[in-house]
């Protein structure tokens, strides 16, 4: 049940198909190779929450800016 709410995402995939697709990427790349290939994943993703938190804070300080100058 844990398994299938990880790979929610992926869609119908079983157990199987999902053990394949790794065996393949593993093939594929190297043992070597995949852990450079998941720090810069990694990397992508934290800088995406940051920018995602900064266009936040911006939007919700000039909604505020917004507010104080209409009153």
Not at 47 to 52: G, I, Q
Request: proline fraction near 1%; charge should be positive.
């Amino acid at each position: 049940m844990v398994i299938t709410n990880i790979f929610a995402f992926i869609g119908g995939l079983g157990g199987t198909e999902v053990v394949l697709i790794l065996f393949a990427i593993l093939l594929l790349f190297g043992a070597k190779r995949i852990p450079e290939l998941a720090k810069g994943l990694g990397r992508g993703i934290r800088e995406f929450k940051d920018a995602t938190k900064e266009i936040k804070s911006d939007i919700e300080s000039s909604v505020k800016d917004d507010n104080n100058t209409t009153k």
